[in-house]
């Protein structure tokens, strides 16, 4: 009989985070964009550079704050390794109960907390309490470029649905296209997320579409009136 390892879900959660929060960023952010502008001035070629420059300085905006957050956490566990490896070289034995002391809060005895202490600090010393003391390990740890690179790439294709609406939508009802696609797009956004993280699909497509309109109207709604007023 063969043993199917368990699916968890935990070990997507870089790399889902980031790619999800630029896609829907990328096509919330440029059909807001692109409905204000239309709203206020509906004339394609302002639409499309709207939704163009959007797309651009979205992208880049979104992968540079990624990177320089993901770096500075980075930083902080690396400084965090660090210090922890002098202290194992300075004095190893009160590291040692510190380790033990993690298992026993986490329901060991004392005998069997110092016996697992002692087999995976002589396994590895470092790697014991980065993983269980300070929390960090493979799946958790920063990667800033592998981030940045999600967040540019998922915020571009987000934003090219839009881009591309403003390209062929007729101008008169480009509000209304914009709108309808990207309600679509996120419900389907929504859906994907939620299977991927393996959460409750109706509720992530009832909360990004919900403020997905409320983003998507206020911007109209300023648009409109900032319109009517320079008219």
């Given at each position: ?41 509906p004339d394609r070629h302002i639409i499309i550079l709207a939704a163009l420059a959007g797309m651009i ?175």
């Amino acid at each position: 009989m063969h043993h199917q390892l368990e699916k968890h879900y935990v070990n997507r959660v870089g790399w889902l985070r980031a790619a999800v929060l630029g896609a829907n960023d990328g096509l919330l952010s440029t059909t807001s964009i692109v409905i204000g502008v239309a709203a206020a001035e509906p004339d394609r070629h302002i639409i499309i550079l709207a939704a163009l420059a959007g797309m651009i300085a979205g992208a880049m905006s979104m992968a540079a704050g990624e990177y320089v957050s993901v770096s500075s956490q980075e930083d902080t566990e690396k400084a965090d390794l660090l210090r922890e490896k002098r202290e194992l070289e300075e004095m190893p034995e009160i590291e040692l109960r510190e380790l033990a002391k993690v298992y026993e809060k986490r329901g060991c005895t004392k005998e069997t907390a110092m016996q697992v202490a002692i087999e995976l600090t002589e396994h590895d010393a470092l790697g014991a309490h980065a993983r269980d003391e300070l929390g960090i390990n493979e799946i958790t740890q920063a990667k800033p470029l592998q981030a940045a690179m999600a967040s540019f790439s998922s915020f571009a294709v987000g934003a090219l649905l839009p881009f591309s609406v403003s390209l062929l939508a007729p101008l008169k009802q480009m509000v209304y296209f914009q709108y309808g696609f990207s309600i679509i797009f996120l419900m389907l956004l929504g859906a994907i997320s939620a299977k991927a993280g393996g959460s409750g699909i109706k509720v992530a497509v009832l909360r990004i579409c919900f403020w997905g309109t409320v983003a998507m109207g206020i911007t109209a709604f300023v648009g409109h009136v900032f319109g009517v007023n320079i008219a």
